[in-house]
């Protein structure tokens, strides 16, 4: 697969997101069925996989850590810190917790799980107002010193608190929601991004897949499935959103290739410095996913899109209101 660069950090074009392993769409996988879908993925040219602290909490990184161990020196590992989580038990506590002392405990804790002597991209899963960004950026400046860290990044920041942190440890990436249905980032986050250096990481890049055209009005979701609490997924707001899917399908019929393929070249387009980060626990879906890396979208494509999404108002928050306040400060 091709790569393309975060920063200076190279990766494959498309990276892996390890979330859907953690049971946030229903159960947790099978481990030994999760490790073979994630050695799949490398198979196929996948080098940038991304966990965090809070999938499990620390399931996720254990497996991670597992699954990759044969090929560690082949591949990108990115994980996240920032939440209240404690860094012995694993026991979520209420709000945010990017306090210096409390990061130190947590990175020391996910080079165990991952089973790693250094973190190729370490993450601010969300920015904590109680902490001076660049406390933090410091602190991770100390781990980069410290051979703990390789790269520093930033998940769902905004746009002036990117540039102040930037100012103390150089930010390799930002990772924040971006689809052709979540569309928050283009005003201000992708051309800093551009004016600084720093790659992009778009996460549900197919809408938690929505976008795929695989769900509709009638789809149920099992209880512990996040979408089953989210706006964007009632069922008149999957009603109401089915007009972008029409676009992407009908775009898709004409490549001769998938909605998902579609939503993900989609992106690929935007700029060079992205590099989207599917999610899925099936393997011929990730086979699927990485056809776009080599789908071509014309200009014709690409203005329809477009034309066509700029004249379709998207029905549904993409997170619940308290998720969303912690976004973009």
């Known amino acids: 697969m091709q790569t393309r660069n975060l920063g200076d950090l190279t990766v494959s074009k498309l990276g892996f997101g390890m979330m859907s392993f953690a049971g946030t769409y229903g159960e947790a996988s099978d481990k030994a069925d999760a490790i073979r879908v994630i050695r799949g993925a490398?198979?196929?040219?996948?080098?940038?996989?991304d966990t965090a602290e809070a999938y499990g909490p620390f399931t996720n990184e254990t497996l991670v850590g597992e699954a990759l161990a044969p090929i560690r020196d082949r591949v990108v590992i990115a994980t996240k810190f920032g939440w209240n989580i404690d860094s012995e038990t694993g026991e979520r506590k209420p709000g945010l917790n990017s306090r210096p002392d409390h990061v130190r405990r947590a990175v020391d804790g996910m080079l165990k799980r991952l089973n790693v002597e250094k973190i190729d991209l370490l993450y601010q899963h969300r920015v904590d107002p109680e902490v001076p960004i660049e406390d933090v950026a410091g602190l991770v400046k100390e781990l980069i010193a410290?051979?703990?860290?390789?790269?520093f990044g930033l998940s769902e920041a905004g746009a002036g608190t990117i540039r102040r942190a930037h100012a103390v440890q150089r930010v390799t990436a930002i990772q924040s929601e971006y689809s052709l249905w979540t569309r928050d980032p283009e005003p201000e986050i992708l051309p800093l991004c551009e004016e600084l250096g720093i790659g992009f990481v778009p996460w549900s890049p197919l809408g938690a897949g929505f976008l795929t055209g695989k769900v509709d009005a009638t789809t149920s979701f099992d209880a512990k499935d996040f979408r089953a609490n989210s706006p964007r997924f009632t069922a008149e707001a999957r009603e109401a959103n089915q007009t972008i899917v029409d676009l992407?399908?009908?775009?898709?019929?004409?490549?001769?290739?998938?909605?998902?393929q579609v939503a993900l070249a989609w992106l690929l387009a935007?700029?060079?410095?992205?590099?989207?980060?599917?999610?899925t626990r099936r393997l011929e879906r990730v086979t699927e996913n990485l056809g776009a890396a080599d789908l071509v979208l014309t200009s014709d494509d690409l203005s329809e899109i477009d034309r066509t999404a700029s004249q379709i108002e998207i029905v549904g928050a993409r997170l619940p209101e308290a998720v969303l306040k912690l976004s973009y400060r």
């Not at 490398?42 to 996989?49: A, D, K, M, R």
């Not at 410290?146 to 790269?151: E, M």
């Not at 992407?248 to 998902?260: D, F, L, S």
């Open 270 to 279: 935007r700029k060079p410095f992205i590099v989207p980060i599917f999610g």
């Open 146 to 151: 410290a051979g703990k860290v390789g790269h």
């Open 42 to 49: 490398h198979e196929q040219g996948v080098t940038l996989f």
């Open 248 to 260: 992407i399908k009908r775009i898709a019929v004409a490549r001769n290739a998938t909605a998902a």
